[in-house]
């Protein structure tokens, strides 16, 4: 079984540690939406598991038949964004919904009540008389 370098640990940890950090100001700006910050605390948690608890990614490893660690780091890094892009896929697929039924709101809106830029000033002359 193969160890993690003591650097390598405490890169990680710093750069886990840092992801934290910058998910939460993200947050605090406005800058990240809530539903999405869920997503990204969890990648940074489960890096700095993957650190902490290395003997739980050498058994993974074990386990699926991988010759080594990074094939099975590498495998887990290309599902989770996998899932990220079906997730961010249904949620576009659900804000063009809602834009759709928003143009079709407006324009049945538009259609009761013309907006007064539209009327020409001869339409407006001969609805005053």
Do not use: N
């Amino acid at each position: 079984m193969s160890m993690i370098q003591p650097r390598q640990f405490v890169a990680s940890i710093i750069l886990g540690l840092a992801l934290l950090g910058l998910i939460i100001r993200l947050v605090q700006k406005g800058r990240l939406d809530i539903a999405y910050c869920w997503i990204w605390i969890g990648i940074a948690v489960g890096a700095l598991l993957v650190v902490i608890r290395y003997d739980w990614l050498v058994h993974l490893s074990d386990l699926i038949g991988a010759v080594t660690i990074t094939t099975t780091l590498f495998l887990i890094a290309f599902s989770v964004l996998l899932l990220m892009t079906l997730q961010f896929s249904l949620v576009i697929s659900q804000h063009r919904r809602q834009i759709k039924k928003l143009s079709q709101e407006i324009a049945l809106l538009r259609g009761e009540h013309p907006p007064e830029s539209d009327v020409t000033p001869d339409e407006a002359d001969t609805s005053t008389s």
